[in-house]
């Protein structure tokens, strides 16, 4: 059995079935892991692609360096001439709009542990503020922000500030002086994104808001635009030892951290960080060995590559 195990491959085919028995869409996102002809068929691999349905969300997954995109719409009537719709009188800067149906912008998100009972992470931006309450419009749109937030049942992110914005009881605060409170649902998009949602909302029931209908606001969340998962393309056995090759989908350069495995039910071993895009790692042994290649970032790991086994005679 452990021998039809190290020869098994996982062919397109058998990938689309698995897929389709699962009934798990994340499995089939551009974002995940790709696998095609020739690739070892690795549990590490599927742990990665089945986590978004087999783990509930935690607060560690949450902290990192992500990129961040915002599709928004800010409410408004609508005239005759098909102009107001999700403008909502506020200025998106940096954003397009797509069609007549919203905006949308991107931008640079740290998520960082907190050493506080309340707030278990804060939030900081690069450029732009994507939170906002509903109730009190849109305050501080286009500035870099910090905002502490807490993870509720797995499901909702609650955060409060700006540090340095307040509103006082004639725009129905109770005790003086209040910070905003926004309130998303947050969700795996895939194996190394999370999607942040608000509405789509009515807001003509909350009191003080300028916008009127089609309120939402929605924030992707994807590690692969700051850390892109490599493309294991080549490993071959040659007199120096095993070369490996691989890529990025983007223009990060590195460093990448390799790693190997000696047996299949083993674990993977870290062999050094590199800042090229290729390795050779000098085996002696004959053997199998399995290899995978993640980028790395301030300490912090992509998900790993696809997974290729060489034999060494």
Same mark, same amino acid.
């Given at each position: 059995?452990?021998?039809?195990?190290?020869?098994?491959?996982?062919?397109?085919?058998?990938?689309?079935?698995? @897929?389709?028995?699962?009934?798990?869409?994340?499995?089939?996102?551009?974002?995940?892991?790709?696998?095609?002809?020739?690739?070892?068929?690795?549990?590490?691999?599927?742990?990665?692609?089945?986590?978004?349905?087999?783990?509930?969300?935690?607060?560690?997954?949450?902290?990192?360096?992500?990129?961040?995109?915002?599709?928004?719409?800010?409410?408004?009537?609508?005239?005759?001439?098909?102009?107001?719709?999700?403008?909502?009188?506020?200025?998106?800067?940096?954003?397009?709009?797509?069609?007549?149906?919203?905006?949308?912008?991107?931008?640079?998100?740290?998520?960082?542990?907190?050493?506080?009972?309340?707030?278990?992470?804060?939030?900081?931006?690069?450029?732009?503020?994507?939170?906002?309450?509903?109730?009190?419009?849109?305050?501080?749109?286009?500035?870099?922000?910090?905002?502490?937030?807490?993870?509720?049942?797995?499901?909702?992110?609650?955060?409060?500030?700006?540090?340095?914005?307040?509103?006082?009881?004639?725009?129905?605060?109770?005790?003086?002086?209040?910070?905003?409170?926004?309130?998303?649902?947050?969700?795996?998009?895939?194996?190394?994104?999370?999607?942040?949602?608000?509405?789509?909302?009515?807001?003509?029931?909350?009191?003080?808001?300028?916008?009127?209908?089609?309120?939402?606001?929605?924030?992707?969340?994807?590690?692969?635009?700051?850390?892109?998962?490599?493309?294991?393309?080549?490993?071959?056995?040659?007199?120096?030892?095993?070369?490996?090759?691989? @890529?990025?989908?983007?223009?990060?350069?590195?460093?990448?951290?390799?790693?190997?495995?000696?047996?299949?039910?083993?674990?993977?071993?870290?062999?050094?960080?590199?800042?090229?895009?290729?390795?050779?790692?000098?085996?002696?042994?004959?053997?199998?060995?399995?290899?995978?290649?993640?980028?790395?970032?301030?300490?912090?790991?992509?998900?790993?590559?696809?997974?290729?086994?060489?034999?060494?005679?």
């Amino acid at each position: 059995m452990k021998a039809c195990l190290n020869k098994f491959r996982l062919y397109p085919i058998v990938y689309w079935l698995f @897929a389709a028995m699962l009934g798990n869409p994340y499995l089939v996102l551009a974002e995940s892991i790709s696998i095609s002809p020739g690739d070892t068929l690795s549990s590490d691999v599927l742990r990665d692609l089945m986590k978004p349905i087999s783990e509930e969300l935690k607060v560690d997954d949450l902290v990192g360096a992500w990129g961040a995109s915002q599709a928004v719409c800010l409410g408004g009537t609508v005239s005759t001439q098909r102009q107001g719709l999700c403008e909502g009188n506020v200025e998106l800067r940096g954003s397009t709009k797509i069609g007549g149906g919203h905006y949308e912008r991107t931008d640079l998100w740290r998520i960082e542990l907190l050493d506080r009972i309340d707030f278990s992470v804060k939030i900081s931006s690069e450029n732009f503020n994507f939170l906002f309450n509903p109730a009190l419009s849109y305050l501080v749109p286009n500035d870099p922000i910090t905002w502490h937030c807490e993870l509720s049942a797995s499901r909702y992110l609650s955060c409060v500030g700006p540090e340095n914005i307040t509103y006082d009881a004639t725009r129905g605060c109770q005790h003086g002086e209040c910070l905003i409170h926004v309130v998303m649902g947050v969700e795996r998009a895939s194996s190394d994104s999370l999607r942040l949602t608000l509405g789509p909302a009515d807001t003509k029931l909350a009191g003080g808001s300028t916008n009127l209908f089609g309120l939402f606001n929605t924030i992707t969340l994807n590690k692969g635009q700051i850390l892109p998962i490599p493309r294991l393309s080549s490993a071959k056995s040659t007199a120096a030892g095993v070369t490996l090759e691989w @890529a990025v989908s983007n223009d990060f350069s590195g460093p990448f951290l390799v790693r190997r495995k000696d047996g299949l039910n083993e674990n993977f071993v870290p062999l050094g960080l590199v800042d090229s895009f290729t390795y050779t790692d000098e085996v002696t042994e004959s053997g199998n060995y399995w290899y995978r290649v993640s980028s790395e970032k301030d300490g912090e790991l992509s998900l790993g590559s696809n997974v290729i086994s060489v034999t060494v005679d």
